[in-house]
């Protein structure tokens, strides 16, 4: 779990960058201007993974970097969800076994009944093998790295203008950052504490 987390954490800083003073130039000159690369950081790759200007190797980063954004914020939505107890109604499993008796946070990983976890294990590698393709790894249509719509689904984006489309792929982009710290720093706390840290300030109500 330990290793996840860090690499969860890794896989978040790695799409953007100025490397090594020596080398940094290539890079500069070939991704200063891409999505992301904004104040006050601006191009940030401290850990010089894309200094040799490759442009196929930014694109398979920013993708990684996209998808575990969204995975955080979804992690994000579900962590609060579930830690303000809100849950299904009815049972999880033919042994009786209720949603509300599910914890929240870590808890729930030994509450779940082995046949939920490979059901939910089986649904992501499903989304993963088979849906979630884009411009990057063949699907098309697809309109950048992350376009996910794969010619099903819309919900407006093409009535969009072009300003407007870069804008919220920016604000996308940026909350999916702030997630991964986020997701990361209540995993960590929770670990460390036992007790997540938005529970530090319910305890001040």
């Known amino acids: 779990m330990k290793l996840a987390i860090l690499a969860l954490c890794a896989a978040g800083a790695s799409a953007f960058a100025p490397a090594k003073v020596a080398q940094t130039s290539t890079a500069l000159n070939a991704f200063e201007n891409e999505l992301g690369a904004q104040p006050p950081l ?14 196929a190797n930014f694109d398979r980063l920013r993708y990684v970097e996209i998808k575990h954004g969204r995975i955080a914020m979804l992690g ?22 209720q949603f509300s008796d599910i914890p929240a946070g870590f808890g729930a990983l030994s509450k779940i009944p082995d046949a939920g976890l490979f059901q939910l294990f089986a ?4 989304l993963e093998v088979f849906v979630m393709k884009d411009s990057a790894n063949g699907a098309e249509p ?14 407006g984006w093409d009535t969009f203008s072009e300003k407007t489309k870069l804008r919220k792929r920016a604000i996308e982009l940026n909350n999916g950052r702030a997630a991964m710290m986020g997701i990361l ?20 109500n």
């Open 42 to 55: 601006g191009f940030f790759d401290p850990l010089g993974l894309v200094e040799d200007g490759n442009p």
């Open 185 to 204: 720093g209540l995993m960590m706390h929770e670990q460390i504490e036992g007790n997540p840290v938005i529970g530090l300030f319910l305890e001040y």
């Open 76 to 97: 994000i939505a579900g962590y609060l969800t579930t830690l303000a107890g809100i849950r299904l109604p009815g049972a999880i499993s033919y042994d009786g076994t």
């Open 123 to 126: 649904f992501i590698g499903f």
């Open 142 to 155: 697809g309109e950048f790295i992350g376009d996910f719509r794969n010619g099903a689904l819309d919900f």
